[in-house]
């Protein structure tokens, strides 16, 4: 079924409240009646505002590897010149919001589902760390922590990931030959 909605042929982006009010107001939101839509067979997107819940589905049937691929789409918001997330596609001057908590699920997901890191106790004193390479040659990013900012940058062969004080973690590989590793403080030389 999600290949069937993750096709981009049957993607379709339909109004919004902040283009059609009047419609929002009568509750008179059928897509058919503002852009071609087809009900059998097309699918509405998700706006940047609730793509979060799409991709934590997408995790959850095991497509973790497809998050990637899925946070390609706010690139027309940076090329826009944007320096904060939408919480539409694409929304007239002066209507949604140009800068959206929800949107941002991109920061969440790339740091959550790629860089695979995530809290194991609380205040980040134990931490998971998973990487997914997926399509991906090389992954990189820092993630902010209580302690300090725990830095990763790895490409298949080997990289390095920086632990701060106060925290140890544990390294495991879905993708890729790098050997799994339990991780105290300091910068570590993977392989």
């Not at 001057?93 to 959206?100: I, Q």
């Not at 820092?142 to 390294?171: F, H, Q, Y």
């Amino acid at each position: 079924m999600l290949d069937y909605i993750l096709e981009p042929s049957r993607q379709v982006i339909t109004p919004t409240i902040a283009d059609q009010p009047g419609a929002y107001f009568s509750q008179r939101m059928d897509p058919s009646e503002y852009v071609k839509f087809d009900r059998e067979t097309d699918v509405v997107v998700a706006q940047p505002f609730f793509s979060h819940f799409l991709h934590q589905a997408i995790v959850r049937v095991g497509w973790r590897n497809r998050i990637p691929e899925m946070c390609l789409r706010w690139n027309s918001q940076i090329e826009r010149g944007d320096t904060t997330f939408e919480e539409y596609w694409d929304a007239a001057s002066g209507t949604g919001s140009r800068c959206h908590a929800w949107s941002a699920t991109p920061t969440y997901d790339l740091t959550t589902h790629v860089l695979g890191v995530r809290p194991t106790e609380p205040g980040y004193r134990r931490a998971e760390i998973r990487p997914l390479f997926g399509n991906l040659q090389k992954i990189a990013g820092k993630v902010p922590t209580p302690c300090g900012l725990i830095e990763i940058e790895l490409d298949r062969s080997g990289g390095t990931i920086v632990i701060p004080n106060g925290i140890t973690a544990d390294l495991s590989f879905e993708d890729s030959n790098l050997k799994a590793a339990k991780l105290g403080s300091g910068r570590h030389k993977i392989d």
